[in-house]
């Protein structure tokens, strides 16, 4: 797992405090708050039993015609905006209407359904009876076109007809009214009389207006809890007492509290809601409905609120932490990679070692490693400096004693010796001369090396320099074929140090190549003519495959077919040669026929940056 996520996951765990202290208040709300609930809806089954013994004992039942307070400016104009929030009285399927009040006065909607229209006299019409219990005044009002309705003096009205029908607003007299009556008359084509709304036995039937009763108002107020508000309803939800005995009024000032506690803890079920305020209570009675709003007390709703601010915050500085967390993790993460990716670039194609790493002054950890890993890499630096110069301090000081072992040799090979110490003499020359040439191969590696480093790099044309070359390689065993893109390749590099890499893939090649079979080198193009390809081929033995990932190492020479004698540096040259030249040089057997295939691939002159 990566270090930025182990760090994360830390990181989440500082969420575990607020979240066992949310866990653990909520257990401790929901258990007091069911004791607030239990007795609220215990307060509400004896409020509604008290309504229910009252009105078996009470003669004047809780019932009648509501009229609900209309918002102003109120104005007969046939348009239905100030109606919209009142509930309307579905008389039947034909005909509905709105009682509303303002300022004591009583107004009427009504709304009937009727697309058969005459408004002749003797056709469609609507019947208002008003009045009290001792006088009753009724008006007809003849279907007539969209505006107001003239001589129905002491009413008002305004007619509007509907895609469906029609419909009527009225302003109702002054008078003090105990009863109304609504019908609509349905004229049709065909002569026959509908009646729809308070109709029965041929007569208006009046329905009596709700007038509130002090005894009952006494009666409500008596059994609604202190602090709590008794809403009275019928089954539409139209009122007909409003007790509010309400003395503390809720905070809206604390958002947090506001936005969290309904996510937890507010609930609504079995007839009743409740928040952290207050706890709404419905029940059904006979005739109606009571609401009963019980408000929580201030100790509970100030701890709560405490609590949830504390929680809340509590929650705000942890996520700000885990995000510093995951900053930091994410910066740790970034100077680690940085190291890393400093460290696989440490050694360039050049061979040359860059010691300086990232994060060397820092006082930290990642710092330690940088400063550790930049003192081994400076005891790397010195210790490849002295292998180095190894070759031509071993060949300088070896000189000497083989010049002595060489001229021993020749006064001693001048003496007549007998057979069997001539030979030893002979072995002993043969091995002394074998010691020169290792030394010899090593100061040209060496020297190789240092002109490598010190030569600078110019353009110059691949193809024209094989052209030049691949001639001087023909002999009678090893016939070279060339196939040239037949245009120039321009590198960027030196042609000499080119030339001793073709040298020593060639003397491979040409080493371990069967007699009498050409050796293939062709030089191609990419189609973007931005990369280029030498391939060398020659038929013969094949590597080990498990020894193919080291044949460009020093010392190392892996075919005992070799026809003459070398110390196994050959390809280690060609591939500093190759990394000089910003190329890859790699090596593949092939088969049918069997052979190997040396390939150095590299970028034009002009994408080498």
């Known amino acids: 797992m990566k270090l930025k ?12 405090f607020p979240i066992l202290m949310w866990l653990t208040l909520s257990r401790l709300n929901l258990s007091y708050q069911n004791n607030l609930l239990n007795a609220g809806r215990q307060q509400a089954n004896l409020i509604a039993n008290s309504i229910e013994q009252y009105l078996s004992d009470f003669d004047q039942p809780i019932s009648g015609l509501i009229a609900e307070p209309l ?15 009142l509930t309307a009285y579905e008389a039947d399927e034909q005909l509905q209407f709105k009682l509303g009040q303002h300022r004591q006065q009583l107004y009427l909607w009504v709304l009937v359904k009727d697309t058969t229209r005459r408004a002749e006299p003797g056709g469609d ?3 208002i009876a008003f009045g009290d219990d001792d006088n009753i005044a009724l008006t007809h009002i003849q279907r007539q076109a969209e505006g107001p309705v003239n001589d129905i003096a002491p009413l008002k009205a305004y007619w509007h007809e509907t895609a469906g029908g029609y419909q009527l607003e009225l302003r109702l007299p002054d008078q003090h009214l105990t009863r109304l009556g609504v019908v609509a008359t349905d004229q049709n084509f065909s002569s026959n009389t509908r009646y729809y709304g308070h109709y029965a036995n041929n007569n208006i039937q009046l329905k009596a207006l709700f007038k509130p009763v002090q005894a009952w108002h006494k009666r409500l107020s008596q059994i609604t809890p202190n602090n709590a508000r008794l809403l009275v309803t019928d089954d539409h939800k139209r009122p007909y007492y409003d007790i509010n005995k309400t003395t503390t009024q809720a905070s809206d000032n604390d958002w947090l509290t506001h936005v969290l506690y309904p996510l937890i803890f507010a609930s609504k079920n079995n007839g009743s809601q409740h928040n952290l305020d207050r706890q709404v209570i419905h029940r059904d009675f006979q005739g109606g409905q009571i609401t009963l709003t019980l408000t929580h007390p201030l100790t509970h709703r100030n701890l709560i609120r405490t609590f949830i601010q504390t929680i809340g915050w509590l929650f705000v500085i942890a996520l700000m932490l885990l995000l510093l967390f995951f900053a930091y993790a994410a910066v740790l993460a970034w100077r680690i ?27 930290d950890e990642v710092g330690d490693l940088s400063r550790d890993l930049h003192q081994l890499l400076n005891r790397m630096d010195q210790y490849t400096d002295y292998l180095k110069q190894l070759g031509s301090r071993l ?32 072995r002993a020359a043969k091995a002394n001369t074998r010691l020169k040439f290792i030394l010899n191969q090593l100061s040209s590696l060496s020297r190789l090396q240092q002109a490598i480093n010190e030569n600078e790099q110019q353009t110059f044309d691949l193809n024209q320099l094989l052209e030049d070359l691949l001639p001087a390689y023909q002999n009678q065993l090893n016939k070279i074929q060339y196939l040239s893109p037949n245009q120039a390749v321009m590198i960027k590099g030196n042609p000499d140090l080119m030339a001793q890499l073709l040298d020593k893939v060639m003397d491979n090649a040409m080493d371990f190549s069967l007699s009498n079979h050409p050796i293939q080198v062709e030089l191609s193009l990419h189609p973007d003519n931005r990369h280029y390809q030498l391939t060398i081929r020659n038929q013969g033995p094949t590597i080990p495959t498990e020894k193919l990932t080291t044949v460009f190492e020093s010392l190392h020479s892996y075919r005992s077919e070799s026809k003459s004698g070398h110390l196994g540096i050959g390809l280690y040259v060609a591939q500093l040669i190759a990394r000089f030249h ?11 026929p069997d052979g190997v295939v040396v390939t150095l691939a590299g970028m034009c002159a002009t994408d080498i940056r």
Not at 5 to 16: K, M, P, V
Not at 72 to 78: A, V
Not at 582 to 592: F, G, L, M, R, V
Request: charged share 15%; hydrophobic share 35%.
């Open 71 to 85: 918002t102003p400016p109120i104005q007969l104009n046939g348009l239905s905006d100030e109606w919209l929030s």
């Open 582 to 592: 910003h190329a890859d040089i790699h090596i593949n057997n092939q088969y049918q």
């Open 5 to 16: 996520w182990q760090i994360g996951i830390t990181a989440l765990l500082s969420l575990c």
């Open 395 to 426: 060949s300088h000081e070896m000189k000497t004693p083989i010049g002595i072992i060489q001229s021993s040799l020749d006064n001693v090979s001048h003496q007549q010796l007998p057979p069997q110490q001539q030979t030893f003499i002979d």
């Open 337 to 363: 990679r940085r190291l890393s990716r400093q460290l696989r670039h440490v050694l360039d194609e050049s061979g040359i070692i860059h010691k300086h790493l990232p994060s060397l002054k820092a006082a």
């Open 125 to 127: 019409q609507i019947s």
